[in-house]
Nanobody, 126 residues
Framework: DVQLQASGGGLVQAGSSLRLSCSAS????????FGWFRQRPGKLREGAAC????????YYADSVKGRFTISSDNAKTAVYLDLNSLVPEDTARYYC???????????????????WGKGTLVTVSS
């Protein structure tokens, strides 16, 4: 079965940086998209960033654009999210997901993603 394991969350101070990692396994396709989503307390889950394994293109939600950076390592089938200039509003559980059958290269529409990890919690103190 396809498995995704996210790590790197923790408690950090506002203004600091953090790297989240997610490793994926159990699939054979060479064309896929990784996405990072987050769910803040009391809010619906929202997309943060995504990246195409095919051509490396990225897309960011307005809420994180300019502060977060998504990257991937194709050899390791891993995706990373670098969180910079963190603010308390970034406190959330962050989920990685994979779209194994991409029809578009950039999307944060949850329905396109086939498998999800359990997430990693990021808490940003004031």
């Amino acid at each position: 079965d396809v498995q995704l394991q996210a790590s790197g969350g923790g408690l950090v101070q506002a203004g600091s940086s953090l790297r989240l990692s997610c490793s994926a396994s159990g699939f054979t396709t060479r064309d896929y998209n990784f996405g990072w989503f987050r769910q803040r307390p009391g809010k619906l889950r929202e997309g943060a960033a995504c990246i195409s394994n095919n051509d490396g293109t990225t897309y960011y939600a307005d809420s994180v654009k300019g502060r977060f950076t998504i990257s991937s390592d194709n050899a390791k089938t891993a995706v990373y999210l670098d969180l910079n200039s963190l603010v308390p509003e970034d406190t959330a559980r962050y989920y990685c997901a994979i779209d194994l059958y991409p029809s578009v290269r950039q999307t944060l529409t949850e329905g396109y993603y086939d498998y999800w990890g359990k997430g990693t919690l990021v808490t940003v103190s004031s």
